[in-house]
């Protein structure tokens, strides 16, 4: 079946530092989404992509959709205390809506 | 405002004794979907329903059941609850059409302990 490889599986930064991850697939997907997931509370979405090269940002937050669709990235730009969780990418292909999820990236941001 | 709501945001229930997790949404979305998270984990898709369409995944045990009495409301049911079903349950809703799938939309979920 389809999997996604996330990295790194965690990361400890400096306030003000950018960050970037990434997601990887063996096979083809037609949407890549990027959730971030604090504690004891569901996923909320952050950037959703639908087009192979497309870039879009939201604030800080900058994700690509890979030329070959079977990548992403997520980039965090001047990371705040506040950016702490995990950050989880999920995949779509074929003709179904399910999503397959990464792994999760832990993020930690020391003041 | 929330607009995918589960309740209660804590279950405890005892080894064995059946427990119904309770899924709500304002969205009108035509799909619901199911997830177990465990600590450290990615969610992992229990089922869904598209409109009244069941759809089980493969792995998904047959201790787990699910109603969506109408679009608004959909329920997971774990008839006989063990240790190893102790867990964060996710509910989350999509839209889909001719044209496409809108993101899924998550509500906080529902931790569940078992005693």
């Known amino acids: 079946g389809q999997q996604l490889n996330q990295s790194p599986q965690s990361m400890f930064i400096q306030e003000g530092e950018d960050v970037s991850m990434n997601c990887t697939s063996s096979?083809?997907?037609?949407?890549w989404l990027w959730y971030k997931q604090d504690p004891g509370e569901g996923p909320v979405l952050l950037i959703a992509?639908?087009?192979?090269?497309e870039l879009t940002s939201n604030g800080r937050l900058t994700a690509q959709f890979g030329i070959t669709r079977k990548d992403s990235f997520l980039n965090i730009s001047a990371s705040i205390p506040s950016d702490v969780g995990i950050y989880f990418c999920?995949?779509?292909?074929?003709?179904?809506?399910?999503?397959?999820f990464g792994k999760g990236t832990k993020l930690s941001v020391k003041p | 405002d929330a607009m995918v709501i589960q309740n209660p945001r804590y279950q405890v229930t005892q080894f064995g004794k059946p427990v119904t997790l309770s899924c709500s949404q304002t969205?009108?979305?035509?799909?619901m979907y199911w997830y177990q998270q465990k600590s450290s984990q990615a969610p992992k898709l229990l089922f869904h329903?598209?409109?009244?369409?069941?759809?089980n995944e493969a792995d998904t045990p047959d201790n787990f059941q699910s109603r969506r009495p109408n679009t608004s409301f959909c329920f997971l049911d774990i008839r006989s609850p063990g240790l190893g079903d102790a867990a964060m349950y996710l509910c989350?809703?999509?839209?889909?059409?001719?044209?496409?799938?809108?993101?899924?939309?998550f509500g906080d979920g529902t931790r569940l302990s078992i005693l």
């Open positions: 329903y598209y409109d009244k369409d069941f759809n």
């Open positions: 999920a995949g779509r292909g074929g003709s179904q809506g399910n999503l397959i």
């Open positions: 096979s083809i997907f037609n949407t």
């Open positions: 969205l009108n979305h035509n799909v």
């Open positions: 992509l639908y087009k192979a090269g």
């Open positions: 989350a809703t999509q839209l889909r059409s001719g044209t496409g799938y809108q993101p899924q939309h």
